[in-house]
């Protein structure tokens, strides 16, 4: 068993590491120590983009070489102090990224790395090809940083500064991805549908994790080109940006210390193979490629985490918790009267293809109603969901939500005015707790950016937002379970985690898409029990089930579907009498 050291204690170990390396190690390891530090700025960049948000960029190097020739071109042939040029680079990096990535970032699948291999071509060629940056060449006679007085030359002196900067961003990183922002960030590997649905703005989120990754780049490139004092294209070529993501996912890219152990691990070995593969070989040549080839195969079959995850576990840490502390409520909507109509849906109709899934559907919902919505599997339910929440939009028809028509907005700006759902399918982010799934609910209740997350600035509203979650969790019934993550559950208990996530929303109407299934009999009875209390709060509840007894039991009104189409429509009484539904749906069976 290894004694547990405390993180905190292990950085304050790491700082002071940092602090004494440059005064006992030699020239040659300080210089490493500096590329190292460099590396990991951009690969920090790439744990935030792809192995936290899922989008695999191959093209880092040439935002990196815009910081680099920001700088050079701007100190060299205009005299700009490099003060200004690193706040120059970062804006010349940012408009690209944003252009870029909002042509890119509608990529999807394989052809979003592609795009990216595209633009970091393109741009490493236009480096070289500009005769204002010196062409293949390159610029030389960059002037160093200096602060005051004092000029930042030698290796020793930038090591500190290279250092400070990578554990600035590190820390920053790390208050982001553990924020309101940043579970946006993380709900995006599980496709933007869900986070879509609670109210993220997914493309956005995207364009933005791609800029800050791009700002890394461009730091580390303008602290390149006053270590250097001199560019030219080649390091920021396609090659280093595939290199780039080799540290990344070598060094385990879904963690922030990944970055800076990736960024180690390649840049000894490859120095090391520099070193004695030419004289094992008796030939001189790029060897150390097709080593690292080879090592990435190897990594991604035995040890697809990285080495980060591998290293951690010799400092086992006591695992982490969202802290819940007792907070001001939330702000709550204003809530419209109950029996108001809530939603009304008119002749909506969706097509497959040639098939028809609904067809001319009309209904009502009542605010402090509960609406069940039955029908034989297939019947079109689930679509029916789709188009009402801006899901999957209805091919024609019209859905008015408290008077206004929504059938036209995407499902963010449906969940803003106060409609939540879940999954039939449940869609949770497995891997994250419970607490936090729910917290997504929340997202539209707070307000707070990605600068606020990562200065820490945000943790009063962060501390608010927690505390709804958990309140919600509790009121489902699962404060048992609010720490453990959310794939770990049953998949009955997981389609709670979804109801105490659309609550989390403060929504006036709540669509459940089979939220009993896979639950036990008592179980069945606390959500019955949980479903009346929310109606008695006024909020309007469209319910699909098929546990009769349970529909029955706590319904106001059914519509019955078949083959898209409404077949009745009445009291739970008249429904269960009506000898068209009992035919159809209850299989003639009485
Ligand atoms: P229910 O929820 O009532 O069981 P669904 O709404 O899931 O039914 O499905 C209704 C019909 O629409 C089914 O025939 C199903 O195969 C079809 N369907 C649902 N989604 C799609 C889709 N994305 N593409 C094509 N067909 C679909
Ligand atoms: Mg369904």
């Not at 790390?174 to 879509?196: C, P």
């Not at 048992?480 to 993550?485: A, D, I, N, R, V």
Request: hydrophobic share 50%; charged share 20%; aromatic share 8%.
């Amino acid at each position: 068993m290894m004694p547990t050291v405390r993180s905190t204690t292990l950085l304050a170990l790491f700082i002071a590491a940092l602090l004494v390396a440059p005064l006992l190690l030699p020239e040659f390891y300080i210089t490493l120590l500096d590329y190292i530090g460099l590396y990991a700025i951009v690969a920090l960049g790439l744990v935030v983009l792809t192995g936290v948000g899922g989008l695999t960029s191959f093209g880092q190097a040439a935002f990196v070489g815009l910081g680099a020739y920001s700088s050079a071109y701007l100190t060299t042939v205009h005299g700009v102090s490099p003060w200004l040029t690193l706040p120059a680079g970062l804006l010349i990096t940012a408009a690209v990224a944003i252009s870029l990535g909002l042509v890119t970032l509608r990529l999807s699948g394989h052809f979003l790395p592609l795009g990216t291999i595209a633009w970091g071509i393109s741009l490493y060629y236009l480096f070289g090809n500009l005769t204002g940056l010196g062409g293949y060449t390159g610029l030389t006679g960059i002037p160093p940083l200096s602060f005051f007085d004092l000029e930042v030359r030698t290796g020793r002196e930038f090591f500190y500064l290279i250092w400070a900067v990578l554990l600035l961003a590190l820390l920053a990183t790390r208050n982001l991805l553990d924020s309101r922002e940043g579970r946006a960030i993380r709900a995006l590997r599980g496709g933007s549908l869900m986070a879509e649905a609670m109210g993220v703005h997914t493309a956005r989120s995207k364009i933005v994790i791609f800029t800050l990754a791009a700002l890394y780049a461009s730091t580390s490139g303008w602290l390149y080109a006053h270590l250097q004092r001199f560019v030219n294209p080649t390091p920021f070529s396609l090659t280093q940006g595939i290199e780039y993501l080799f540290m990344a996912v070598i060094g385990g890219v879904a963690h922030v210390w990944g970055a800076i152990v990736g960024a180690g691990l390649i840049s000894i070995l490859k120095q090391w193979l520099q070193d004695w593969l030419p004289k094992l070989l008796g030939q001189s040549g790029n060897f150390e490629i097709i080593v690292f080839g080879v090592l990435m195969i190897f990594v991604l079959q035995r040890a697809r985490d990285g080495v980060w995850p591998i290293i951690a576990r010799y400092f086992p840490q006591p695992p982490k918790r969202a802290q819940v502390r007792e907070a001001p409520p939330l702000v709550r909507r204003e809530r419209p009267a109950a029996g108001a109509v809530l939603l009304e849906v008119k002749d909506a109709c969706k097509r497959f293809g040639g098939l028809v899934a609904n067809d001319r559907m009309t209904f009502q919902v009542r605010a402090g109603e509960v609406m069940a919505l039955i029908g034989p599997n297939g019947a079109g339910k689930s679509t029916m969901f789709n188009g009402i929440s801006g899901v999957d939009p209805l091919t024609s028809g019209s859905v008015i939500f408290r008077g206004e028509r929504v059938e036209s907005l995407p499902a963010r700006d449906i969940a803003r005015r106060g409609m939540s759902r879940t999954f039939q399918h449940v869609r949770l982010l497995p891997g994250m707790s419970v607490l936090e799934n729910v917290a997504i609910g929340a997202h539209l209740r707070g307000r707070k950016g990605f600068v606020a997350a990562a200065c820490r600035t945000d943790r009063d509203e962060e501390d608010r937002l927690l505390y709804e979650a958990a309140r919600q969790i509790e009121r489902c019934g699962l404060s048992e379970q609010m720490h453990e993550p959310a794939g770990s559950l049953p998949l009955g208990k997981q389609r709670i985690v979804e109801i105490a996530r659309a609550l989390a929303a403060d929504p006036c109407l709540l669509l459940l898409d089979e939220p009993a299934a896979g639950l036990r009999y008592l179980e069945k009875q606390a959500l019955g029990d949980l479903l009346r209390r929310l109606r008695d709060e006024g909020i309007g509840i469209l319910l699909v089930e098929h546990d009769m007894d349970f529909v029955m039991g706590l319904a106001d009104r059914v519509v019955v579907m078949e083959f898209g189409q409404k077949l009745a429509a009445g009291l739970p009484e008249d429904i269960q009498r009506n000898p068209a539904v009992v035919e159809a749906y209850l299989g003639g069976v009485e």
